[in-house]
């Protein structure tokens, strides 16, 4: 272990002091919770340089080390979680030979990083990784380390194979259909190759409620599980859940439900070396709400990235102003309310939901974020970019309108006004002349 992991692990008064001018290690995105031993994993890197020192702060000769430590439950100042060192290991991080120590053009290093043993070969223990920078082999003071997430480091995972009785949208209606409506989840377990892993013995699942952004829901009567599942990985290496969620989203601030799968730990602590998994998020509701119908009303699609989208400043008064009260300045008033109320809802038209799941299913992927109108709860994510609103979304509804109707009425209604101001204008000088 480094001086410098090893004064990271020390008390907030021993650890280093840095200057708020100091280059900073920083990584993005951080690995997945839960990895497998033995199989390489990547470790982008990157050094942020301050502002005031961007012209003069030499990198070229900046390499990186990287140590294995144990995290702690002592908090340091900024909310770090404590560490601690690894006797031995040296031998249990492996640093791949196509990795990257120096920073490219891009300051960014990408190190290829393996970890030897498993953290049931430890106490169950979570570790971390540690990377510090060095500048001609010493180390650069300047340069503040960076530390990875927790790492819980296993044999198996579970992963779901396939998740049934929602709707496409991620809709569920928990009234809709009779009591004996659930969500069905086909569940494998499988090794560091993706291939599916076969127990020596059945293993116990445990369920657990959460919602979408990872909090764990405080009701656990919520989480029926249904007696017609096994809620358990079979000697084939399969499983099932089958499950309902007795509440609707909108009773808990419109929030997702997930539910977080892992084996029975207290049934053989054995199976500490199986990571969990967490299902996709589902927006609960009762029913598919009836709208009467309306008479002449064409359905459209509403395509979020194709639809015109409106004038950052719709429309300018050209022709002069008059006090309070006069159809110019009413007209420019209107006007500029519009072109605020529109920035408005386009601000809004999709917020935040939550993140997809990582490809091998061990939790969130931080880069991919999802995002949800909050009219009509569509949602949309990196790989489903041309997402269509609702017919009766009121965002897309107002975008629309706003867009082919009311715009082009605003430009007409302006050039009539400027239009009869002339006109005014006119009559007044040549009433003045005659005079």
């Given at each position: 272990?480094?001086?410098?992991?090893?004064?990271?692990?020390?008390?907030?008064?021993?650890?280093?002091k840095?200057?708020?001018?100091?280059?900073?290690?920083?990584?993005?995105?951080?690995?997945?919770?839960?990895?497998?031993?033995?199989?390489?994993?990547?470790?982008?890197?990157?050094?942020?340089?301050?502002?005031?020192?961007?012209?003069?702060?030499?990198?070229?000769?900046?390499?990186l080390?990287?140590?294995?430590?144990?995290?702690?439950?002592?908090?340091h100042?900024?909310?770090?979680?404590?560490?601690?060192?690894?006797?031995?290991?040296?031998?249990?991080?492996?640093?791949?030979?196509?990795?990257?120590?120096?920073?490219?053009?891009?300051?960014?290093?990408?190190?290829?990083?393996?970890?030897?043993?498993t953290s049931?070969?430890?106490?169950?223990?979570?570790?971390?990784?540690?990377?510090?920078?060095?500048?001609?082999?010493a180390?650069?003071?300047?340069?503040?380390?960076?530390?990875?997430?927790?790492?819980?480091?296993?044999?198996?995972?579970?992963?779901?194979?396939?998740m049934?009785?929602?709707?496409?949208?991620?809709?569920?209606?928990?009234?809709?259909?009779?009591?004996?409506?659930?969500?069905?989840?086909?569940?494998?377990?499988?090794?560091?190759?993706?291939?599916?892993?076969?127990?020596?013995?059945?293993?116990?699942?445990?369920?657990?409620?959460?919602?979408?952004?990872?909090?764990?829901?405080?009701?656990?009567?919520l989480?029926?599980?249904?007696?017609?599942?096994?809620?358990?990985?079979?000697?084939?290496?399969?499983g099932?859940?089958?499950?309902?969620?007795?509440?609707?989203?909108?009773?808990?601030?419109?929030?997702?439900?997930?539910?977080?799968?892992?084996?029975?730990?207290?049934f053989?602590?054995?199976?500490?070396?199986?990571?969990?998994?967490?299902?996709?998020p589902?927006?609960?509701?009762?029913?598919?709400?009836?709208?009467?119908?309306?008479?002449?009303?064409?359905?459209y699609?509403?395509?979020?990235?194709?639809?015109?989208?409106?004038?950052p400043?719709?429309?300018?008064?050209?022709?002069?102003?008059?006090?309070?009260?006069?159809?110019?300045?009413?007209?420019?008033?209107?006007?500029?309310?519009?072109?605020?109320?529109?920035?408005?809802?386009?601000?809004?038209?999709?917020?935040?939901?939550?993140?997809?799941?990582?490809?091998d299913?061990?939790?969130?992927?931080?880069?991919?974020?999802?995002?949800?109108?909050?009219?009509?709860?569509?949602?949309?994510?990196?790989?489903?970019?041309?997402?269509?609103?609702?017919?009766?979304?009121?965002?897309?509804?107002?975008?629309?309108?706003?867009?082919?109707?009311?715009?082009?009425?605003?430009?007409?209604?302006?050039?009539?006004?400027?239009?009869?101001?002339?006109?005014?204008n006119?009559?007044?000088?040549?009433?003045?002349?005659?005079?």
């Amino acid at each position: 272990m480094s001086k410098r992991a090893a004064a990271f692990a020390q008390s907030d008064d021993k650890r280093p002091k840095y200057d708020g001018n100091d280059m900073r290690l920083r990584i993005s995105p951080m690995p997945s919770t839960h990895l497998f031993v033995g199989h390489p994993f990547d470790l982008n890197v990157f050094l942020d340089v301050p502002e005031a020192r961007k012209h003069g702060a030499p990198t070229n000769d900046v390499t990186l080390h990287v140590d294995l430590m144990y995290v702690t439950e002592e908090t340091h100042a900024g909310g770090a979680r404590g560490t601690a060192p690894i006797i031995g290991s040296a031998s249990l991080l492996e640093i791949l030979p196509s990795s990257s120590s120096q920073f490219g053009a891009n300051m960014c290093a990408t190190l290829k990083l393996c970890i030897k043993d498993t953290s049931k070969d430890h106490q169950n223990r979570d570790f971390t990784v540690v990377v510090s920078a060095l500048r001609n082999g010493a180390v650069a003071d300047d340069i503040r380390m960076v530390v990875s997430n927790p790492l819980k480091v296993v044999k198996f995972k579970l992963v779901i194979a396939e998740m049934t009785g929602i709707d496409d949208d991620g809709l569920w209606y928990k009234d809709q259909g009779g009591r004996d409506k659930a969500i069905s989840l086909k569940l494998q377990m499988v090794d560091k190759d993706g291939s599916v892993a076969l127990p020596s013995q059945r293993i116990p699942l445990r369920c657990k409620l959460m919602y979408g952004n990872g909090n764990a829901v405080g009701n656990t009567n919520l989480l029926k599980i249904s007696p017609e599942c096994s809620q358990q990985i079979n000697e084939d290496g399969f499983g099932d859940i089958k499950y309902r969620i007795e509440d609707v989203s909108k009773n808990h601030q419109k929030n997702s439900f997930c539910v977080h799968v892992c084996p029975d730990f207290k049934f053989n602590p054995a199976f500490t070396d199986i990571a969990p998994v967490l299902s996709p998020p589902v927006n609960v509701k009762s029913k598919v709400s009836k709208r009467p119908k309306q008479e002449n009303k064409q359905p459209y699609s509403y395509a979020a990235d194709t639809m015109p989208k409106p004038e950052p400043q719709p429309l300018k008064i050209t022709g002069p102003r008059t006090g309070p009260g006069s159809p110019q300045q009413s007209m420019h008033k209107v006007i500029e309310w519009a072109g605020m109320v529109i920035k408005g809802i386009e601000s809004m038209e999709w917020v935040l939901y939550g993140y997809e799941h990582q490809a091998d299913g061990s939790g969130a992927d931080m880069s991919k974020p999802i995002y949800r109108c909050p009219a009509c709860n569509v949602t949309k994510s990196a790989h489903k970019q041309q997402t269509k609103h609702q017919t009766d979304c009121f965002i897309a509804q107002i975008m629309l309108q706003y867009s082919f109707e009311v715009y082009h009425h605003l430009a007409d209604l302006l050039k009539a006004v400027e239009s009869n101001s002339e006109d005014q204008n006119q009559t007044m000088g040549e009433s003045s002349s005659s005079s």
